[in-house]
């Protein structure tokens, strides 16, 4: 898991975010890395659901599809060339990293009441 994170999900979900942070893709070399990186999302997210842990299912489910679902959609508008649908993934991109990082890093989101 550590591995799917740091060599896809992280590169790809940095690249996307630094995009839309810089101001949006300049030109097509810079669409055609945010199709990568976006369709690595998406993939990405298929492939956590087939790790699911038994013991969470649900929730393990829910983030993984936040984390495809975002992809998807920076997909379509890097298709589109289409620059506010791309910062408009920004948002849902972030709640799906934070989604997940809440309940699986507790060393960077520390839970109430936990040790820090």
């Known amino acids: 898991m550590k591995q799917i ?8 979900s940095n690249e ?3 995009f839309i942070n810089r101001g949006g893709p300049k030109d097509e070399k810079d669409w055609a890395a945010i199709r990568h ?9 298929a492939v956590l659901l087939r790790r699911a842990p038994a013991h969470d299912l649900a929730e393990w489910a829910r983030d993984a599809r936040l984390l495809a679902d975002a992809g998807a ?8 060339k289409d620059a506010p649908a791309l910062a408009a993934v920004a ?10 990082h809440k309940q699986y890093r507790p060393n960077v989101f ?7």
């Open 5 to 12: 994170m740091l060599d896809l999900i992280h590169p790809a």
């Open 16 to 18: 996307i975010l630094l």
């Open 37 to 45: 990186s976006a369709i690595t999302l998406e993939e990405a997210g």
């Open 73 to 80: 959609t920076a997909y379509k508008a890097a298709q589109n």
């Open 91 to 100: 948002a849902p991109l972030d709640q799906s990293c934070t989604a997940c």
């Open 110 to 116: 520390p839970r109430p009441g936990g040790s820090q």
